[in-house]
Nanobody
Framework: VQLQAYGGGLVQAGGYLRLSCAAPGRTFSSYCMGWFRQAPGKEREFVAAISWSGSSTSYADSVKGRFTISRDNAENTAYLQMNSLKPEDTAVYYC???????????????????WGQGTQVTVSS
């Protein structure tokens, strides 16, 4: 499954962005979808994940209440709506897919099978 992440950019603190992750020509309806991020000099960290049924989600504490993950299986696309952005949200954001049961969400990067190329999000203060 080839994933394409896009939607990043430069935004002021307090602003918003919506990231998209597409799998053109492939179905990912049986995959848990996750978003991770990596800031300069830091390790990649979990941001959010959604089960392939869409019934279960998980968020990092640092983004709870600000970010929302969703998916449209008919469009083979997952989304990450990011509101109230902070400078500490600046990072390269990666989407990933993990084969999983219908209601399972994976939060460990090593359990993901496929990764997108990343999209840069920069939040200015």
């Amino acid at each position: 499954v080839q994933l394409q992440a896009y939607g990043g950019g430069l935004v002021q603190a307090g602003g918003y962005l919506r990231l998209s992750c597409a799998a053109p020509g492939r179905t990912f309806s049986s995959y848990c979808m996750g978003w991770f991020r990596q800031a300069p000099g830091k390790e990649r960290e979990f941001v959010a994940a959604i089960s392939w049924s869409g019934s279960s989600t998980s968020y990092a504490d640092s983004v709870k209440g600000r970010f929302t993950i969703s998916r449209d299986n008919a469009e083979n696309t997952a989304y990450l709506q990011m509101n109230s952005l902070k400078p500490e949200d600046t990072a390269v954001y990666y989407c990933a897919a993990a084969a999983a049961a219908a209601t399972t969400v994976e939060v460990v990067a090593g359990l993901y099978d496929y990764w997108g190329q990343g999209t840069q999000v920069t939040v200015s203060s």
